[in-house]
């Protein structure tokens, strides 16, 4: 996975929100750049973050995908801002208000044991039977947990008890991400 560098994170940033304000017939067609870096068309996961004033207004995204990623942050995008089931669908009169953030990620790794998580540098996707919880690694910093915390609320996120996570049956898996946002930008 190649480093983003700020003129891709601005683009991914500036697609995302005209993916947006297109879906929100704001802007009449919907045009991505003719030249960007190659790291935009590598096949990678992405979030899309969208708050409000420090409150969460929607997150959606993919490990995986087999479109390049600025394509992917454009689906995510409205994904995020009209179909994440937390949230009603965005109205233009917030569209103004909403700052974005972006998780470019990278591939997902099985742990052995939880003393390979690092707060704050990784993410934990957990899977057990047909749950499946997933927190990016900004969460755990943003509401000051430890490993423990952060894998007990990852459980709660996939619908379990905290502590399943001990279940020899829970499969625990760690990413990465590049994480930027509007705010990053803004003078």
């Known amino acids: 996975m190649s480093e983003l560098s700020i003129d891709a994170k ?35 996961g992405a979030f899309v ?23 992917l942050v454009s689906e995510m995008a409205v994904n995020a801002a009209f179909a994440d089931p937390r949230f009603n669908p ?3 009169g917030e569209l103004d208000r909403i700052d974005i953030e972006i998780s470019a990620l990278t591939p997902l790794t099985q742990v052995n044991d939880v003393e390979e998580i690092c707060v704050g540098k990784h993410g934990i ?11 990016l690694p900004q969460v755990a910093t943003e509401y000051g947990w430890d490993r423990y915390q952060f894998l007990d609320q990852t459980c709660i ?3 379990m008890s905290p502590g399943s996570w001990k279940d020899k049956s829970c499969k625990i898996l760690i990413f990465c991400a590049d994480i930027f946002g509007e705010k990053d930008f803004k003078a």
Do not use: Q
Request: glycine share 6%; aromatic share 8%.
């Open 157 to 159: 996120k996939a619908g």
């Open 90 to 92: 965005l109205t233009k």
């Open 10 to 44: 601005k683009t991914l940033l500036k697609i995302a929100r005209d993916t947006i304000s297109y879906k929100l017939r704001l802007i009449p067609k919907l045009e991505f750049p003719e030249v960007m870096e190659e790291s935009l068309k590598e096949k990678r």
């Open 49 to 71: 973050t969208l708050h409000i004033e420090g409150y969460l207004r929607g997150c959606i995204g993919n490990f995986v995908s087999d479109e390049p990623l600025y394509k």
């Open 125 to 135: 996707y957990l899977i057990k039977d047909c749950n499946r919880g997933v927190l």
